[in-house]
């Protein structure tokens, strides 16, 4: 029986990726087979979605994602932050050991991988969670992209291979987890007698960098109050972040004062 007798309604490809999908904010493929609901034609869309209109893009490991779901050489891959394998053979394309990402400099302080304040206890929450079954294989970060975790012993392109990606992509932003397990952080830490609040945490935490939360903007002025009198002396508190979250030394940059009438 072909799979599509067994849907009671067809899936609404083109009212969501042409009729409704400049009222998303974020857009997340999860081991998603493009080629089965014929939307090649619609992943333009996808991509324009993240250039153009400022939209989050997340895809998310699977045997029918990066790679091995055929987004090479499509306009999904280039808004990806990482760099995708060509090879037609599935074995290039997906490696099945279990592993712990491991963070890097960058994702010690970014706030996707921030599941605790202090960056000691952070690493060590990291560094306990459950193992992740198995990761999509790409060839390394592109040129603009911040790798947060990496593989512990893969490697690409003479690097260890990444497994949490993000990056700018023209008006949005777009985030490339390799692995299709992170759902083991909440269900093993309940199995555990513990609670799911990594899976949780980092799903908001991506969530919220992605669609661009106030609180995470790389500029950030902080005045000490809402209300100044008139000549008043305003001390403003201006803080400006790299991409990796890291301060940004030596940034030259223009603040506007407009007023606004009291009518």
């Known amino acids: 029986m072909s799979t599509d007798e067994l849907s009671l309604i067809p899936f609404p490809t083109q009212e969501l990726f042409d009729q409704e999908i400049g009222s998303f904010d ?50 999904i891959e280039e808004i990806l932050p990482v760099e995708l394998p060509k090879g037609s053979s599935s074995a290039s394309r997906v490696n099945l050991q279990g592993f712990r990402p491991k963070l890097t400099k960058a994702g010690l302080r970014h706030p996707i991988t921030q599941l605790a304040f202090d960056p000691e206890a952070n690493q060590e929450i990291w560094s306990k969670l459950p193992v992740q079954k198995g990761t999509n294989l790409v060839l390394g970060a592109k040129p603009d992209a911040t790798v947060l975790a990496h593989h512990p012993r893969l490697r690409a392109a003479g690097k260890p291979m990444p497994v949490l990606t993000v990056s700018e992509k023209g008006k949005g932003r777009v985030m490339a987890v390799t692995t299709d397990s992170t759902w083991r952080w909440g269900f093993e830490g309940l199995g555990q007698g513990g609670t799911p609040r990594e899976y949780q945490l980092f799903w908001n935490n991506a969530m919220r960098w992605l669609i661009k939360d106030p609180e995470l903007k790389l500029v950030k002025i902080e005045l000490a109050q809402d209300t100044f009198s008139p000549h008043e002396t305003i001390p403003i508190d201006l803080r400006v972040s790299k991409p990796d979250y890291t301060p940004a030394a030596g940034v030259e940059g223009t603040l506007f004062v407009t007023k606004r009438p009291l009518w």
Do not use: K, W
């Open 26 to 75: 974020l857009e997340i493929f999860q081991n998603f087979n493009f080629g089965h609901y014929n939307m090649r034609r619609y992943l333009p869309r996808v991509r324009d979605f993240v250039l153009e209109r400022g939209g989050g893009f997340a895809m998310i490991g699977g045997d029918l994602s990066f790679g091995s779901g055929g987004y090479a050489n499509t306009p």
